[in-house]
């Protein structure tokens, strides 16, 4: 089983998280080590987000399911900022512990988030969440046919600029 290196944790990402400009604007430390699939879990959008003006991801547990994802190696040093970031301290996200696979088959122990609230109005993403994501889908090799799931989720059609902790960003509102 792999282990992070010396003070860093390992960090499964499926959400905005996976586009290596969005996971630098709060944890600069974080390096890509693997594209990893989650078993028996599905990629959801179920909680609206003002900064993203949309619904955000989530994973729910969903037996024969999976969700792709990127394995990233952060510092400790920023594990209360991504913390921050997914409002664990609001009780936003909870922390999990979970077992991802490698595409060579390894089994990998990382730090994921579960949103702990369940209900929105509407759950579609934002135009620019959604492509954000699939940018960094792309960008770091996540299987094609993920890649068609992903651009298949409905979106709400907001593209303009957000605002995230660190300042404002434009994205791309095309992958």
């Not at 399911?65 to 920023?78: A, R, S, T």
């Not at 696979?101 to 759950?123: H, M, W």
């Not at 890649?147 to 059609?157: R, V």
Request: charged letters at 25%; a neutral charge.
């Amino acid at each position: 089983m792999k282990m992070a290196s010396q003070n860093c944790f390992l960090y499964f990402a499926y959400g905005s998280n996976l586009l290596k400009k969005r996971i630098h604007v709060n944890n600069p430390s974080a390096k890509m080590i693997s594209v990893a699939k989650l078993k028996d879990y599905r990629l959801d959008f179920i909680l609206f987000s003002q900064n993203w003006q949309g619904a955000t991801a989530t994973i729910v547990e969903d037996p024969g399911n999976f969700v792709y994802g990127v394995l990233w190696e952060i510092g400790n040093e920023d594990m209360a900022k991504l913390d921050r970031q997914e409002g664990v301290n609001n009780g936003v996200y909870k922390v999990l512990e979970v077992d991802v696979e490698t595409p060579n088959g390894e089994s990998v122990r990382a730090r994921c988030y579960q949103q702990l609230i369940t209900f929105t109005e509407d759950k579609r993403p934002s135009s620019v969440y959604k492509n954000v994501i699939i940018q960094g889908a792309r960008e770091n090799g996540l299987p094609e046919n993920y890649i068609k799931f992903l651009e298949s989720i409905e979106d709400n059609g907001y593209s303009g600029e957000v605002i995230l902790t660190g300042g404002s960003y434009k994205y791309k509102t095309h992958p």
